[in-house]
């Protein structure tokens, strides 16, 4: 088994995995970040997006050996002790979710659109989420907690 | 009841008490559940739509190193075909034989066995290992083609009028005289009707982990009831109740497909015969084959109306899929359909036909959208044969208190008309429509749901309320409970925590479906509540030394009733509770409860679609729900439900659809090939809040959830109809059937 080794949430991880394990299972599995969620097996539904190296990424389509050497930064990752995150306070302000189960995976790939864009339009948001389902909300308060965390990130 | 002026918490859009935990990834879902020593279980499916067992061989796969138990239908209590076993509303005759194949499998993905090993690599080898003999028979997906003379029958028990049948039961009301009506009528349309079945699609597959030690088992699971599932696991393994403790996960969604089981009675076996934990998840794929998505179906509505506008005659027929096993909701468009007006004359009937697709299971008000979508399709041709505005008919004829519907009840005080009303008056009414645009309406209506519930609310020594459940929370019910407790003890939400107990520590309460939790739930904890009010009266009536009788309690306080109760300083919640041992012993209490006066919901919807001719793709461009809930007891969760259904009704009208290849066999069992609406795809959905309060209710409420999913299919088809001045009599509106429909049109035009 070939051993992997990269930084999660700001702390050196290491293990010996079996070659096809994906990075979500790894995640999941070995570490125990049980916030990446799974729901597809198409890579379609986005509920297991993390960040690599800044950049938002299903963890259902890379294998943890890819991430070898790699930043990579969870659900669990984002709030400062017990300070939330603008996007995670966003979502909890503005009612971003109902069961909540896409929600680690929307507010990872919201946080990455709020750093390329301060205040993204209703439209670049909805065309962004495109990777991410959610069947509870209609996304109409996941697209007005996005907007206000966006603008929250650059303040 | 608290009184209008001084309501603080309910209708308050608080900060819902899971909030944290579910942007911070520490909510636990049944996958995310670990135990020392768990194994995996795997299911072995049918790969064919209808066969005969003949026999299973599992000793290969026993004998695979690693595996620790196999199981079969063998290892659960064999319930007979002809003795109903209800358990709720569903009859463990066909539960046991959905989750687990007994003598014949009736669909693709239809369990036939499973395995539990070390791995979940080494489980998935042991099920290739598996050695089932299929006596392959000829089967039937189709609900027309199920029903001919000539169908391969499913159920040889099952009898329809004397013969053979996949007909498995049937549902009819009437109320007056529809030939009669009929005949009065100046106008009468009928028309045929087609959807196909549609998955719930909650994001997250279904899970559980079991574990059994000393004979009692534990049960962590994603269900839509924990009473349920210990009810189910019970009936299926012969262990009774008391040894099944039933933990309820935070569920990744559900709309009615989580309110029966799949895994966790397998799971159970598995754990039983290995004595080691088991865990289960679902591939999306599996979600797919073999859990319920709702019935498709094909239909017959008929209505007459008078020149004037008054309809006079309803006449409805459905017939329901129910797949494998009867159980197809025909209640939904037969009671239903035909709900929101008052038509003198009615006669509505419903088929339950059973074929080989996996069965259904309930999704949000289940069956009325199916009724919705002919009965409010119809509507709009006999509006536009009247030349009358198709809202302006609805009001015409709605229902309201005193209307007496063709299923039975006559309405107390509804909100259907004030449904209608507001839609009239609100600016998307009028709003002009861009080129290839088109507006269409429709309405719709569910029952709601009552039933068993369990409350306890607990006084705690720092005068904060802990307040226990019996209903996983899908929809943020939680955050309505803090609300009504926090609103009737007159003290801060946020000193109030609620939270989901366990079959262990709470009394029964049934499940989280039917819109009917903060219903009823909200009545256990109000109930709850009073009396704890009352001992915290009593309390300090006995501090002060006067008669509780003297006592009031008014914002989160006791207070002397009046002058001559005496000259006392007010005493909070807080003090009285800081001294409760020495006043009697901690303060709580806890009522269980069946709730009736569920009041039914109306919804009217308007919708606004923009036709891309060359693709033919049919996008919503505006959407406005409004609805009738009673009283909003957290109105942003309110909205955040009507948005949701409105949002899979959109998707059941222009894209969902279950299809299957000519081996019978489910071909887009996957989020790629079935098409779920994405953020793109739809736009703002404004929700409008009405609220007639439910009379039977302390607060007020009626059901909300159900409603949002029913009138969304007419209101976009008749949307396109205005865009494209082409009718759809079949769902989904998908790209490829547009472009037909166009090319068609322009051919004849050509001609
Ligand atoms: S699990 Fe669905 S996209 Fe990764
Ligand atoms: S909140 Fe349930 S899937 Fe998005």
């Known amino acids: 088994m070939p051993t992997v080794s990269m930084t999660v949430n700001g702390k050196s991880v290491s293990a010996d995995v079996e070659p096809r394990t994906l990075l979500v299972q790894f995640l999941r599995e070995n570490l125990g970040l049980t916030g990446t969620h799974v729901g597809c097996d198409t890579s379609q539904c986005g509920a297991c997006v993390v960040h690599v190296d800044g950049r938002s990424t299903k963890a259902c389509t890379m294998l943890a050996v890819q991430a070898e050497g790699k930043n990579v930064t969870t659900i669990e990752g984002l709030a400062k002790g017990d300070e939330l995150h603008p996007m995670q306070e966003a979502f909890r302000e503005h009612h971003g979710l109902q069961c909540g189960f896409c929600t680690p995976g929307m507010i990872m790939s919201a946080v990455e659109l709020g750093m390329r864009n301060k205040e993204p339009t209703e439209e670049e948001v909805r065309h962004w989420l495109e990777g991410n389902i959610c069947r509870c909300t209609g996304y109409h308060n996941i697209v007005k907690a996005i907007m206000a965390g966006a603008r929250a990130m650059s303040a | ?751």
């Open chain 2, 1 to 751: 009841m608290t009184s209008e002026s001084n309501v603080k918490w309910i209708g308050k859009n608080t900060i819902r008490p899971d909030g944290a935990d579910k942007v911070t990834g520490r909510a636990a879902y049944a996958a995310d559940a670990t135990m020392p020593g768990m194994i995996w279980g795997k299911i072995l499916r049918s790969p064919h739509p209808h066969a005969r067992i003949r026999s299973i061989d599992t000793s290969k796969a026993e004998a695979l190193p690693g595996v620790k138990a196999v199981m079969t239908s063998a290892d659960f209590v064999e319930f007979p075909v002809d003795t109903p076993v209800p358990i709720g509303i569903q009859d463990m005759r066909w539960m046991s034989r959905n989750i687990m194949a007994r003598d014949k499998v009736l669909f693709a993905g239809h369990p036939v066995a499973a395995v539990a090993a070390t791995t979940e690599k080494i489980a998935e080898q042991a099920l290739e290992l598996i050695e089932v003999d299929y006596e392959v028979l000829p089967w039937v997906i189709d609900v027309e083609e199920a029903m001919k003379p000539d169908a391969p029958i499913l159920h040889d028990h099952i009898r329809f009028e004397g013969k053979p049948s996949n007909i498995a039961g049937k549902l009819e009301h009437t109320l007056g005289d529809v030939e009669a009506g009929f005949a009065q009528a100046d106008v009468v349309i009928e028309r045929s009707f087609r959807t196909e079945p549609v998955h719930q699609g909650y994001i997250e597959p279904h899970a559980c982990l079991v574990s059994v030690s000393d004979g009692k088992a534990t049960v962590w699971s994603s269900s839509q009831g924990q009473f349920m599932v210990r009810g189910m696991c019970a009936h299926m393994t012969g262990l009774p109740q008391n040894d099944i403790r039933a933990i309820p996960a935070e569920i990744g969604g559900g709309f009615g497909g989580k309110t029966i089981v799949y895994l966790e009675p397998v799971a159970l076996v598995l754990a039983m015969k290995s004595g080691r934990p088991v865990k289960m998840q679902m591939t999306r794929e599996e979600v797919f084959r073999a859990t319920g998505p709702t019935s498709g179906s094909v239909s017959k509505v008929k209505i007459g109306a008078t020149k004037d506008g008054k309809i006079v005659a309803a006449e409805g027929t459905w017939w329901l899929q129910a797949g494998a096993l009867p159980g197809a909701p025909i209640r939904g468009p037969v009671g239903c359909g035909f709900a929101p007006y008052d038509i003198p004359n009615v006669h509505t009937l419903g088929f339950d036909v059973v074929c080989n697709r996996s069965k259904v299971a309930a999704y949000r008000a289940p069956g009325s959208p199916i009724g919705a979508y002919a009965v409010e399709c119809v509507m709009d041709e006999v509006a536009e044969a009247l030349g009358i505005d198709p809202l302006e008919l609805r009001l015409r004829n709605a229902a309201k208190e005193g209307t007496k519907a063709a299923y039975g009840p006559v309405f107390p005080r509804i909100g259907y008309e004030e449904t209608v009303r507001a839609a009239m008056e609100h600016p998307h009414y009028r709003a002009p429509l861009g080129p290839n645009q088109g507006r269409g309406v429709a309405s719709g209506y569910w029952f709601n749901a009552g039933g068993e519930s369990s409350a306890q609310v607990n006084i705690n020594e720092d005068g904060s309320v802990v307040v226990i459940t019996g209903h996983p929370d899908i929809g943020g019910s939680r955050a309505s409970t803090a609300n009504i407790t926090a609103e009737l003890l007159g003290i801060d939400y946020r000193k109030v925590s609620v939270l989901i107990g366990d079959t262990s520590v709470i009394g029964f309460s049934n499940l989280t479906g039917g819109s009917r939790v903060t219903y009823a739930s909200a009545m256990a904890v109000t109930e709850s509540t009073r009396e704890v009010i009352n001992t915290l009266k009593a309390r300090a009536a006995k501090i002060w030394g006067i008669d509780p009788e003297a006592v009031i309690w008014e914002n989160g306080e006791a207070r002397p009733a009046g002058e001559n109760a005496g000259n006392f300083e007010p005493l909070t919640l807080a003090e009285i509770a800081a001294k409760a041992n020495s006043t009697g012993g901690p303060i709580g209490a806890g009522k269980q409860l069946n709730a009736v006066g569920a009041e039914g919901g109306f919804g009217t919807h308007i919708c606004d679609v923009e036709v891309d001719r060359e693709l033919g793709i049919a996008r919503v461009v505006r959407y406005t729900a409004f609805q009738d809930v009673g009283r909003a007891i957290h109105p942003a969760y309110v909205e955040g439900q009507i948005q949701g259904g409105a949002a899979q009704g959109i998707g059941w009208a222009l894209n969902e659809e279950y299809i299957y290849d000519k081996n019978g066999k489910l071909d887009n069992a996957s989020f790629l090939d079935y098409r779920m609406p994405v953020c793109s795809d739809l736009p703002m959905i404004e929700a409008v809040i009405i609220e007639v309060p439910n009379p039977k209710h302390p607060q007020g409420v009626r059901g909300v959830g159900e409603v949002p999913i029913v009138p969304p299919l007419a209101a976009v088809a008749n949307a396109i109809y205005n865009a494209l001045g082409i009718r759809f009599y079949s769902l989904p509106m998908s790209p490829p059937k547009i472009l037909a429909a166009l090319e068609q049109t322009e051919r004849l035009a050509a001609e």
